[in-house]
């Protein structure tokens, strides 16, 4: 189950990465062309050198939406690929002087934080996209619950991401106490030994 969990979550992330990228490159292109067609090409040289060519036509104003659009995409699914990588803020000046023990436990309980955050924040992404849905965007009419989509599935990946997280830290958990165990264990063979000797 966990392992299972953790290549889902890997897959997941990986696929991530390759849509912001590709997000990315293309809000970069589109805000290269729109700076190049508004102002270069309706600037006044060009209206001098071509007068009767309409160069306003290659000046797509349903462009600077998308842009936004597409970053509002890159940023909800950035959260989770930064989430994947524990890349966020951590405020950790008070844990570093609990003992170890305590340490895995704080751990252990962000991660269920996060988890019932990300679970929340998931039932409140659908309300919004039914409630968005049938709602246009003014230049590109597109269907808004698309844009809240995003909210939607930056919260369905950091709920899996946390859940494969957390199988990871009880996973750990579980290997250190056996090998304490153990090691408690051989401890007491030497002791028994000299008893008996």
């Not at 006044?44 to 797509?60: E, G, I, M, Q, Y």
């Not at 269907?143 to 750990?172: D, G, I, K, R, T």
């Amino acid at each position: 189950m966990r392992a299972s969990v953790n290549r889902l979550s890997q897959w997941v992330d990986k696929l991530s990465r390759y849509v912001v990228v590709t997000f990315m490159g293309v809000a970069f292109l589109a805000t290269i062309y729109q700076v190049f067609s508004r102002y270069i090409l309706q600037s006044s040289f060009f209206t001098s050198v071509l007068p009767k060519a309409n160069l306003s036509a290659l000046n797509f104003p349903w462009l600077e939406e998308a842009i936004r659009y597409l970053f509002i995409w890159i940023v909800f699914l950035g959260i989770g690929v930064v989430y994947k990588s524990k890349g966020h803020a951590q405020v950790e000046i008070v844990t570093k002087f609990f003992p170890s023990r305590w340490q895995r436990g704080c751990s252990l309980a962000v991660e269920v934080l996060n988890s019932v955050f990300f679970g929340v924040l998931l039932v409140k992404g659908i309300e919004m996209a039914v409630i968005t849905n049938g709602q246009l965007s003014p230049s590109l009419h597109l269907n808004m619950s698309v844009m809240y989509a995003s909210l939607l599935l930056c919260s369905a990946v950091c709920l899996l991401h946390s859940f494969a997280l957390l199988a990871e830290a009880v996973h750990s958990h579980r290997k250190e106490r056996s090998g304490e165990a153990v090691d408690e264990g051989r401890k007491e063979e030497p002791a028994i030994a000299e008893k008996i000797g």
